[in-house]
Structure formats: structure tokens, C-alpha cells
């Protein structure tokens, strides 16, 4: 069964400081692998996403992640933050594989920003 | 893009009424929709995975009778929060795989049961 793992549950930087956000994955195939952001009372937003290729994703709003395959990471990193990145972040992982299941999702790593 | 349009947003109901959240594929046809439920501060569980025309798989723990899926069409699933409690109140969000690899998400219901 596939999981993921966000080790930190609380996160807290300044603005303008850079972030990264852990997420390690259990697969035993090659995942999909994604980010989310959820702003309070809000719907998921896709940050970026990995299927394939290569291991450094760029994303919207200035994130990118690595793809680690030898470490089953998938690390979220903002080189300077902003007072509006303050929001929850979710990791989850898909299967590539036949059929389409559904993601699944680490516990989430709530980012707050300090001025 | 794919969109997938969730109704209501909000709705309070009272405990022991029905209440019915609808998804809609807008610009695709979603064979299959995920429904998730998120309890306050905590991730997305997987409830159920309904399939166009065929009966929807629940997850481990999740009452059939009480959370009905239909997924009628290719375009519209429903899921049914029946004889609602206290305890069910959460937020609900559906989502379908898009015609690449990845996922959308519908903007969520926010459920209170009073």
C-alpha cells in the first residue's frame, strides 16, 4: 500500500526566508507525486507535480520540488517566502499503474509566516 | 483545463435530514470520482471511489447506507449524507482523474449538522 509521510507538522518562517517543506513516500513502483496548498476553509490547490523526466519540478508561485528517488523524497522548497504562502500543504502520492486510483495524502504541514 | 464544479459550498442542515453534494465535470467526461472527507485541522481521507454505472467501493469503515454514491452519468456523481449527525459534520471534496496524470479537485462542501 502506498503512503506518505509530511514529518512536520508545524512549520513557522519569515518572510522572505527560504522554506522547505519534507514529504517522504512508500511505493512499490514509481509514483506520482504531488503538492497541494489549502488556504483556511479553501479547496486544494496544485502547487506542481512529478511523473516522470526530470527531478527538479518547477511549480506555480515560485516552489519547486526534487524528486529523490534513492531517498523516496519529494521535498518542497521556496527560495524566499511570502506572508500570502501562510496555508496548509498536503503531499500525496498516486499509482502509475493501470486504472486510475486515487491519491493518497500525508497528514500536511501547516506553514505559518512571520513578518 | 479540467474543471470540476462541486455544489453547495456551505450547507448546515439539521441532524437526522439527507443532504446531497454534487460534482460535475464541466469540460470532461470523469468515468471516476473520489470522494474525500477532511475533519478539522487533519488530511484528506479517501471515503469512496464511484464509478460511471457501476456501484461505488468504500473504503474500509465508511457506512454505505449512510454515505450514498451515484455516478449516474459520465459527467455528474452525488454523494448523499443520510439521517446526518453532529459527527458528520466535515469538509467533503470530490475529485477526478484529468486527461493527463493528474487530478482535479472540486472546491469542497463544508458540512454542519445542527
Known amino acids: 500500500a502506498q503512503s506518505v509521510t509530511q514529518p512536520d507538522i508545524h512549520i513557522t518562517v519569515s518572510e522572505g526566508a527560504s522554506l522547505e517543506l519534507r514529504c517522504n513516500y512508500s511505493y512499490g513502483a514509481t509514483p506520482y507525486l504531488f503538492w497541494y496548498v489549502q488556504s483556511p476553509g479553501q479547496g486544494l490547490q496544485l502547487l506542481l507535480k512529478?511523473?516522470?523526466?526530470?527531478?527538479l519540478v518547477q511549480g506555480i508561485k515560485g516552489f519547486e520540488a526534487e524528486f529523490k528517488r534513492s531517498q523516496s523524497s519529494f521535498n518542497l522548497r521556496k527560495p524566499s517566502v511570502h506572508w500570502s504562502d501562510a496555508a496548509e500543504y498536503f503531499c500525496a502520492v498516486g499509482a502509475m499503474d493501470t486504472g486510475r486510483r486515487a491519491l493518497t495524502f500525508g497528514s500536511g504541514t501547516r506553514l505559518q509566516v512571520q513578518p | 483545463g479540467a474543471v470540476v464544479s462541486q455544489h453547495p459550498s456551505r450547507v448546515i442542515c439539521k441532524s437526522g435530514t439527507s443532504v446531497k453534494i454534487e460534482c460535475r465535470s464541466l469540460d470532461f467526461q470523469a468515468t471516476t470520482m473520489f470522494w474525500y472527507r477532511q475533519f478539522p485541522k487533519q488530511s484528506l481521507m479517501l471515503m469512496a471511489t464511484s464509478n460511471e454505472g457501476s456501484k461505488a467501493t468504500y473504503e474500509q469503515g465508511v457506512e454505505k447506507d449512510k454515505f450514498l454514491i451515484n455516478h449516474a452519468s459520465l459527467t455528474l456523481s452525488t454523494l448523499t449524507v443520510t439521517s446526518a449527525h453532529p459527527e458528520d459534520s466535515s469538509f467533503y471534496i470530490c475529485s477526478a482523474p484529468d486527461r493527463g496524470h493528474g487530478y482535479t479537485f472540486g472546491s469542497g462542501t463544508r458540512l454542519t449538522v445542527v
Open positions: 512529478y511523473f516522470s523526466g526530470d527531478t
